[in-house]
């Protein structure tokens, strides 16, 4: 019996002729989380500028430093919820170098600061295979790369030096010098030199401006470094001025003489560092901008102050789902709220709009997922000031914006069957979030308009939505029968 496939129908001979396809799938485009873009100083070490790193990282390589470490408190809060971190590195300054006679290459630290001065190279003869070398790399008193090399140009460059063969022996590619050897070589690295972070503020903006996340957080800094305003007003003035929904997190605290909320230009170190004395407290009011007021106590003793418990409210943030409140999440490992405060207090914190931990049975939970806006207006009502509401909020204009970027800009007509295209795309994305219950009472057919816009390249488009949020508040009478 004939069979086979079919691109017309123009078979001459019975039989079945049948095609297989997968069913054809809306364009979606998912809105990634779990992003989040911070800052580290003072490590003295690793690439200056932007490193991408994940909970997978080599930190060591990376900062000079394992990720249990006290300097990276902040960094491996943030990684117990975030998939992805942006980290700004201050690290400016000269590379450390060294050189030995007696070696066929200088070598260069791999990046600049004062932490290269604790590089060392070992070059051996290996006493099992005659005419190799054991090269092995210290970074402190930890081995961190070991090569076997027969040449000069065996030796290849590694996360934390570079080298170069010196001019003497390219002839026989350092075969005479290597073969000289006789007992192990140890040189250190030196003249490597920081830079004072507040010189890279343009840099860091740059870099904020041009990466894609969900949060931006300075935790970890100093509660009162000018810092965290910078960075909370970069926040407002990207998701005023740009469309970003993005949001910051940052500690309660005063504001200084060193930068102003609403300030148009910031610049110098004191945008980094602390800034001047004390004044009344920063009240950011904006949906972009969390506020946490307390740190909490681990089981082990440790107490994480407000500015290094915010990133993990930062990473929590970063990652929540659309239809994911952060009320009452625990902090893990945490058994106590520092301070604590009573109701009364907590009060007083919920209507300044400032996050704050408690206590609860020998755990602590965040008491509300809020956000710092306390002023409502038509145009934003109490609601936007709950991040569950914001989110979804945030998450429809952020997959909005990718999808027509990445799918419809330049590449679909625009027409009525253009328009109907895109209308379809944004009723199949809120019917998934009605579907996870993120919004509710959505009807396509009268909660979505697209039209045409005033000229023939633009396009108007209307959504109604109601978005949920979790329950929060029991108000029950129990009666006695």
Not at 175 to 182: D, I, S
Not at 294 to 318: E, H, M, P, Q, R
Not at 396 to 405: F, G, L, Q, V
């Amino acid at each position: 019996m004939a069979g086979g496939v079919w691109n017309k129908q123009d078979k001459v001979l019975p039989g079945a002729y049948i095609n297989v396809v997968s069913k054809g799938q809306p364009i979606v485009n998912e809105t990634e989380k779990g992003v989040v873009f911070t800052i580290m100083q003072n490590l003295k070490w690793g690439k200056n500028g932007v490193i991408e790193v994940d909970a997978r990282s080599n930190f060591i390589s990376l900062f000079g430093l394992p990720i249990g470490s006290p300097e990276l408190t902040a960094l491996r809060n943030i990684l117990i919820k975030a998939k992805k971190v942006y980290v700004f590195n201050f690290n400016g300054g000269d590379k450390a170098h060294a050189q030995s006679d007696v070696l066929p290459w200088t070598f260069e630290a791999a990046c600049s600061g004062s932490r290269g001065n604790d590089l060392k190279v070992s070059v051996m003869p290996d006493p099992s295979n005659v005419g190799k070398y054991i090269v092995q790399t210290f970074f402190g008193s930890d081995v961190v790369d070991k090569q076997v090399v027969t040449s000069a140009s065996g030796l290849i460059a590694n996360d934390y030096f570079v080298p170069t063969i010196i001019d003497s022996a390219k002839d026989d590619d350092g075969v005479e010098m290597l073969g000289a050897l006789t007992t192990p070589v140890l040189i250190s690295f030196t003249n490597g030199t920081d830079v004072d972070a507040g010189s890279q503020v343009d840099a860091l903006i740059e870099a904020i401006e041009t990466h894609e996340f969900n949060v931006l957080t300075a935790a970890g800094q100093d509660a009162s470094a000018g810092i965290h305003q910078l960075l909370a007003q970069t926040v407002i003035r990207l998701r005023d001025e740009h469309g970003r929904k993005i949001q910051a997190v940052v500690p309660e605290a005063t504001a200084t003489n060193g930068f102003t909320v609403g300030q148009s230009e910031v610049g110098g170190p004191d945008a980094i560092g602390a800034s001047g004395d004390a004044g009344a407290a920063v009240a950011y009011d904006h949906e972009g901008v969390i506020v946490v007021a307390n740190g909490v106590k681990l089981k082990d003793g440790t107490v994480l102050s407000a500015t290094l418990a915010s990133a993990f409210i930062a990473g929590a943030t970063s990652a929540a789902e659309a239809n994911q409140s952060l009320t009452y999440m625990e902090f893990p490992e945490a058994v106590d709220a520092v301070p604590r405060y009573n109701e009364e207090a907590q009060i007083a914190k919920v209507n300044a709009g400032v996050m704050c931990f408690i206590s609860s049975r020998d755990s602590v939970k965040i008491l509300t997922d809020i956000n710092s806006l306390v002023t409502f207006t038509e145009e934003k009502s109490k609601e936007f000031s709950k991040n569950r509401v914001l989110r979804v909020l945030d998450d429809i204009a952020n997959d909005t914006r990718e999808t027509w970027e990445d799918n419809f800009i330049g590449k679909i007509t625009n027409n009525a069957t253009g328009r109907d295209l895109f209308k379809a795309n944004r009723a199949d994305y809120l019917s998934r979030l009605q579907a996870i219950e993120a919004i509710t009472n959505f009807d396509p057919s009268s909660d979505i308009s697209v039209e045409e816009g005033e000229t023939k390249d633009s396009v108007v488009a209307t959504i109604v939505v109601q978005p949920t949020d979790a329950m929060e508040k029991l108000y029950m009478t129990v009666v006695m029968n």
